[in-house]
C-alpha cells in the first residue's frame, strides 16, 4: 500500500471512530507504521476537514521531531513507543468510548467476564495509571499496561488497541468498547461469573486467525 492510501485510510478510520461511537470530536488518534516512520492524525483537526497532507510523519527512532503542515496529536508518545518497541504493532487507535472510559474513571480493570477477552492476549484488560495526557509518565503506563496485550485501559481517560492492521486495531476497538458496555452492565446485577485460567488459555488457542483477516 502507498503512503497516501494509508493516509488516507487513517482519515477513513478516524471518520469510522465517530460514525461507530468509539470516540466523540477529536479527542482519538490512531497511527500507523509506514516503513522506518510512524503516520498519526493531527492535533485537533475535525477528521471531516481532514486532508492526506495533514497527516503528521515521524521517525521510529526519533523524539518527537515530525514533518507536515500540522502537529502530530499530542498522545504521540505513546504512539510511538508502541510502534518502535513492538513487531507486532502495524496501528495503533486510541479513543474515549463511554464505557471503557466509564471503566477508567472507576479505576476498574475488566476480568475474564467473557471468553473474547482472549482476543486482547491474556485473561485481563489491564488499566493503565492516571498521568497528564501527552506526557512521558503516560507512555511509560500505557507501555506497562500494554506488555502482552493488544488492549488497555487508561484511568480517567480512555483506551487503547493496538492491531496488525488498521483495520484489525479498530476491530479490537469495537470488540472492547463491547466487551467493557458488557460489563458495566453485569455491575449492574450482582457481577459476572468469571471464567477460569484454563478456560481463557482453551479460547485462545482455538481462536488462531479469528476476527478480521489482513
Not at 518502535?84 to 474515549?96: L, N, Y
Amino acid at each position: 500500500m502507498s503512503e497516501l492510501n494509508v493516509r488516507k485510510e487513517i482519515i477513513e478510520y478516524c471518520l469510522e471512530m465517530n460514525a461507530l461511537g468509539i470516540n466523540q470530536g477529536t479527542s482519538g488518534n490512531i497511527s500507523a507504521k509506514y516503513g522506518d516512520r510512524m503516520l498519526i492524525s493531527p492535533s485537533a483537526t475535525p477528521y471531516s476537514k481532514c486532508k492526506p497532507e495533514m497527516i503528521a510523519s515521524m521517525p521510529l527512532d526519533g523524539d518527537g521531531e515530525w514533518d507536515g503542515p500540522r502537529k502530530p496529536s499530542t498522545e504521540w508518545r505513546f504512539h510511538l513507543a508502541l510502534h518502535s518497541t513492538r513487531d507486532d504493532v502495524q496501528s495503533v487507535v486510541h479513543a474515549h468510548p463511554i464505557y471503557c472510559t466509564t471503566l477508567a474513571m472507576a479505576r476498574k480493570t475488566i476480568p475474564a467476564c467473557h471468553y473474547m477477552i482472549a482476543a486482547f492476549g491474556g485473561n485481563t484488560i489491564e488499566l493503565a495509571d492516571y498521568a497528564l495526557f501527552g506526557s512521558a509518565e503516560l507512555n511509560r503506563h500505557v507501555l506497562k499496561a500494554m506488555k502482552n496485550r493488544t488492549a488497555c485501559l487508561m484511568a480517567n481517560h480512555g483506551m487503547c488497541t493496538v492491531g496488525e492492521s488498521l483495520e484489525k486495531a479498530m476491530w479490537r476497538a469495537v470488540e472492547l468498547e463491547t466487551l467493557a458496555h458488557q460489563y458495566f452492565n453485569t455491575l449492574q446485577i450482582g457481577g459476572p461469573v468469571l471464567l477460569s485460567d484454563r478456560q481463557i488459555a482453551a479460547t485462545a488457542k482455538s481462536m488462531s486467525g479469528y476476527g478480521v483477516q489482513d
